[in-house]
Antibody, heavy 121, light 106 residues
């Protein structure tokens, strides 16, 4: 059974860097038949895709959304996890952040539990 | 970028009703259309992928259809446990995009 366990701070000050981790069990972050996504959900409920990474003989990373210039997605194969950094956060980055697995047939079948993050001084 | 417009934003129905939620894409694509159910405080849960394929363990009263730019989710015989918010999502082309959500109430 695949499980994604998220961790990270719930309160971050403006201008700081938000760092989140998604620990994977039951699968491998370097699986050649999966991709790993980050999504966030605003307080109003809208879902925004932030980026994805996957391994197909080499690593691929893609970013999207309104904040892509401030994002860094990385992986740690020894720890079997993926990470998201959001730099120079503002209150508009207040959201619930999710990681999610995407299989090659396009199904987003496993999600982390979500990390609610508030950006406030 | 593909935009997904979902309607209605909310609906109220009775137990046993048939409910239909629609999503319209800003450009045509094929295949990679997912539907999710989300309950308060929980992560989205996959219901349907590839437009019409039921995910494992999802009750058969849920169904998906559509093609091109127009897609729909149907819930037959609405049950109390179906009270939730539903989202469509295109996984065809990055940046992957979600519909705005439909809140289903009794």
């Amino acid at each position: 059974q695949v499980q994604l366990q998220q961790s990270g701070p719930r309160l971050v000050k403006p201008s700081q860097t938000l760092s989140l981790t998604c620990a994977i069990s039951g699968d491998s972050v370097s699986s050649q038949i999966a991709a790993w996504n980050w999504v966030r959900q605003s307080p109003s409920g809208g879902l925004e895709w932030l980026g994805r990474t996957y391994f197909r003989s080499k690593w691929y990373i893609y970013y999207g959304g309104s904040v892509q210039s401030r994002l860094v997605i990385s992986t740690d194969t020894s720890q079997n996890h993926l990470s998201l950094q959001v730099m120079s956060v503002t209150p508009e980055d207040t959201a619930i952040y999710f990681c999610a697995r995407e299989s090659t047939d396009g199904r987003w079948d496993y999600w982390g539990q979500g990390t609610p993050v508030t950006v406030s001084s | 970028d593909i935009q997904m417009t979902q309607s209605p934003s909310s609906l109220s129905a009775a137990i046993g009703d048939r409910v239909t939620i629609t999503c319209r894409a800003s450009q045509r694509f094929s295949g990679y259309l997912n539907w999710f159910q989300q309950k308060p405080g929980k992560a989205p849960k996959l219901l349907i992928f590839s437009v019409s394929t039921l995910h494992i363990g999802v009750p058969s009263r849920f169904g998906g259809s559509g093609s091109g730019t127009d897609f729909s989710l149907t819930i037959n015989n609405l049950q109390p446990e179906d009270i939730a918010t539903y989202f469509c999502q295109q996984g065809y082309e990055a940046p992957f995009s979600f519909g705005g959500g439909t809140r289903v109430e009794i």
